[in-house]
């Protein structure tokens, strides 16, 4: 009886699909960052055609003009805001993204957690040690639950879940609440304005009030550039065509990493 009852246990279990552990959770959550990396890495490059645009839109004090070519001075704050602007594209697509990736997932709103057998969709709890989960179970998996299929089977509310989140961390990031971008760039603009009037033997008109005027000049156009990238183009991230390639051409590389997670 005993004997009989392990055979019809085990039998239960070898039909009974598994969930998604957390090795598997944290491994789907630092392959989904990888490919919105460069999605980061665009929208960015948003922000420095913004700034390219409208940080210079003022006139150059004669305190500067008279030592400093104009050109020299642009150059070197639109050189400086471009390292900046690299250096926080490699920390918002590093542990940020891939933490916040993870509790879209994982541990928000319509986790993917939980019981994959009620009702049952697939004949087996995970497949044989080297092999992958088929596609056939990924379109059978409609329902929300723990298992890799039904990642795969959702992947499209997944992705809109992660736009989102990415959103939502870029905006933080351009407000002074968070203010992460906000701080560096600022920093930026300053250091780098004081550095060329140093470089020119100008340094002694860095605290005259008309170059102090222009240096919070400048920081005023990068802190409006900021808030026009946060309100218009965050929030289109990943709706213009342009961005469709970065956004959404991965799908057949993302599905077989899924897939091959028991």
Same mark, same amino acid.
């Given at each position: 009886?005993?004997?009989?009852?392990?055979? &019809?246990?085990?039998?239960? +279990?070898?039909?009974?699909?598994?969930?998604?552990? =957390?090795?598997?959770?944290?491994?789907?959550?630092?392959?989904?960052? $990888?490919?919105?990396?460069?999605?980061?890495?665009?929208?960015?490059?948003?922000?420095? #055609?913004?700034?390219?645009?409208?940080?210079?839109?003022?006139?150059? @004090?004669?305190?500067?003009?008279?030592?400093?070519?104009? !050109?020299?001075?642009?150059?070197?704050?639109?050189?400086?805001?471009?390292?900046?602007?690299? +250096?926080?594209?490699?920390?918002?697509?590093? *542990?940020?993204?891939?933490?916040?990736?993870?509790?879209?997932?994982?541990?928000?709103?319509?986790?993917?957690?939980?019981?994959? #057998?009620? @009702?049952?969709?697939?004949?087996?709890?995970?497949? =044989?040690?080297?092999?992958?989960?088929?596609? /056939?179970?990924? /379109?059978?998996?409609?329902?929300?639950?723990?298992? @890799?299929?039904?990642?795969?089977?959702?992947?499209?509310?997944? *992705?809109?879940?992660?736009? #989102?989140?990415?959103?939502?961390?870029?905006?933080?990031?351009?407000?002074?609440?968070?203010?992460?971008?906000?701080?560096?760039?600022?920093?930026?603009?300053?250091?780098?304005?004081?550095?060329? &009037?140093?470089?020119?033997?100008? $340094?002694?008109?860095? !605290?005259?009030?008309?170059?102090?005027?222009?240096?919070?000049? +400048?920081?005023?156009?990068?802190?409006?550039?900021?808030?026009?990238?946060?309100?218009?183009?965050?929030k289109q991230l990943c709706n213009r065509p342009g961005q *469709? /390639?970065?956004? !959404?051409?991965?799908?057949? /590389?993302?599905?077989?990493?899924? +897939?091959?997670?028991?």
């Amino acid at each position: 009886m005993f004997k009989r009852t392990l055979l &019809l246990l085990s039998t239960l +279990l070898v039909n009974m699909a598994l969930a998604c552990e =957390p090795e598997c959770r944290h491994g789907l959550a630092a392959a989904f960052a $990888g490919f919105y990396g460069p999605v980061i890495q665009l929208s960015v490059e948003d922000l420095k #055609n913004t700034f390219s645009q409208t940080l210079f839109n003022i006139t150059l @004090p004669s305190q500067i003009s008279s030592t400093v070519p104009e !050109d020299i001075l642009r150059n070197g704050v639109a050189n400086s805001l471009s390292e900046t602007l690299e +250096l926080f594209v490699n920390q918002a697509s590093g *542990k940020p993204l891939e933490d916040g990736i993870f509790a879209v997932m994982f541990s928000e709103a319509n986790p993917f957690k939980g019981d994959c #057998n009620h @009702p049952a969709r697939l004949t087996r709890k995970m497949p =044989p040690t080297g092999e992958s989960w088929y596609r /056939e179970e990924c /379109e059978k998996m409609d329902y929300i639950c723990g298992n @890799p299929p039904s990642i795969c089977h959702f992947l499209d509310d997944v *992705k809109a879940r992660i736009v #989102n989140r990415i959103k939502a961390q870029l905006s933080g990031y351009a407000t002074f609440d968070n203010g992460f971008l906000v701080r560096n760039v600022v920093q930026t603009v300053k250091m780098t304005t004081d550095a060329v &009037l140093d470089d020119y033997g100008a $340094g002694s008109q860095k !605290d005259d009030p008309n170059v102090v005027a222009f240096k919070n000049a +400048l920081i005023s156009n990068a802190l409006r550039s900021l808030d026009t990238w946060a309100e218009v183009d965050v929030k289109q991230l990943c709706n213009r065509p342009g961005q *469709k /390639e970065a956004c !959404d051409g991965w799908d057949e /590389e993302i599905i077989p990493e899924i +897939l091959k997670w028991p």
